[in-house]
């Protein structure tokens, strides 16, 4: 299978786009950081949504329903900073 990581960083980013505003109003963000090769997306909080003790709803209930919606390739969301929940 030949997947094209550029074409589907590119919808990512297309996606992170509509969330963007959403993170904003709050003082935070989302940065992009590896797209593994078994379709694992890592992104990292940025503002405060890297302290925020919400983030792991913005998580599941926004970022990855938005992100796999444009990008259904992604296997896996996952974020490499923020505050950590069991």
């Known amino acids: 299978m030949n997947i ?9 980013e297309q996606a992170l786009t509509t969330l ?10 989302i940065e992009v950081v590896e797209l593994t090769d078994d379709m694992v997306l890592k992104f990292k ?14 998580l599941v209930g926004g970022v990855q329903h ?8 992604i296997k896996d969301i996952q974020p490499i900073n923020g505050i950590v929940t069991d």
């Not at 963007?20 to 963000?29: A, F, N």
């Not at 938005?66 to 390739?73: A, D, R």
């Open 45 to 58: 909080w940025l503002g405060n949504c890297e302290t925020c003790s919400i983030s792991s709803m913005t």
């Open 20 to 29: 963007r505003p959403h993170l904003e109003i709050d003082g935070g963000d």
């Open 4 to 12: 094209d990581k550029e074409e589907i960083l590119l919808r990512v």
């Open 66 to 73: 938005t992100i796999k919606s444009f990008v259904p390739e």
